[in-house]
């Protein structure tokens, strides 16, 4: 049975939701205060996190973070406010995906279903699958990116992102394509999720994140990542053929 850890400080949510979530065929566990949020995660073993930003002991923006060192277990943040900036950090930290209250159930439901589909793709990739482009070397089993090196820490939905990119080095995908690529086919989520995603993952991955070599944008479209072809390439001119 799949496990959900419901993580609010406010009884009617996560009683509804544990009730609703429970009818649904889902093991649900429940926690009020962040600081107790590590401990019940250890023995329940959940297989998704529902993880409110405002908690008593200890922020949802700490847990998830604390989270990330340990686990790439799928999390869903909720916030009270509407300031992207709540959005923003919660991607930043690690979450997967966010979620403004108030909220729909059917809504949360759907989120939750496309996160655990995209899990479910994840692991039926080939054993041993790993794609080097320029200085980066994606392991899919290992779920590990290199630069060189050095390995980047990425998040859960960062991985996958650049997954889809780097396999399809080269080509022109769209914001669509991506979305339903990474986030599951019909995700209801915020567009500017895919933007925000991208921007962070330049922070990791590039030199210069405001003059990328591997991560275009093809305007109007989508993005691109770079072929091997074009980085060998670039490596040999002298930086005036910089993409937008």
Excluded at 98 to 109: I, N, V
Excluded at 181 to 209: C, F, M, N, Y
Aim: aromatic share 6%; charged share 25%; glycine share 8%.
């Amino acid at each position: 049975m799949t496990k959900i850890l419901i993580v609010d400080d406010e009884p009617l949510i996560t009683e509804s939701l544990a009730y609703s979530l429970g009818l649904e065929g889902f093991e649900v566990e429940t926690v009020a205060d962040g600081s107790q949020v590590l401990e019940v995660f250890e023995e329940f073993q959940p297989d998704l996190v529902v993880l409110d930003i405002m908690l008593p002991g200890m922020s949802g923006l700490e847990v998830c973070r604390r989270l990330r060192t340990t686990s790439a277990v799928p999390v869903i943040m909720l916030t009270a406010r509407g300031d992207e900036i709540d959005r923003v950090m919660g991607l930043e930290v690690g979450a997967d995906d966010y979620l403004a209250k108030p909220f729909s159930f059917r809504e949360l439901h759907a989120r939750i279903r496309a996160l655990l589909r995209r899990v479910e793709l994840d692991q039926g990739v080939q054993v041993g699958q790993t794609i080097t482009v320029g200085e980066l070397t994606l392991d899919h089993v290992a779920r590990q990116i290199f630069k060189g090196t050095q390995e980047l820490e990425l998040s859960s939905r960062e991985f996958d992102l650049l997954a889809a990119l780097i396999e399809h080095a080269g080509q022109a995908l769209s914001r669509e394509n991506l979305q339903d690529q990474v986030w599951g086919e019909g995700w209801i989520g915020d567009p500017r999720t895919l933007s925000v995603h991208i921007r962070w993952l330049r922070l990791k991955i590039e030199d210069d994140a405001a003059n990328p070599r591997y991560i275009h944008t093809v305007r109007g479209f989508g993005y691109r990542f770079a072929s091997s072809e074009e980085l060998v390439s670039d490596e040999t001119l002298t930086g005036d053929s910089s993409p937008e």
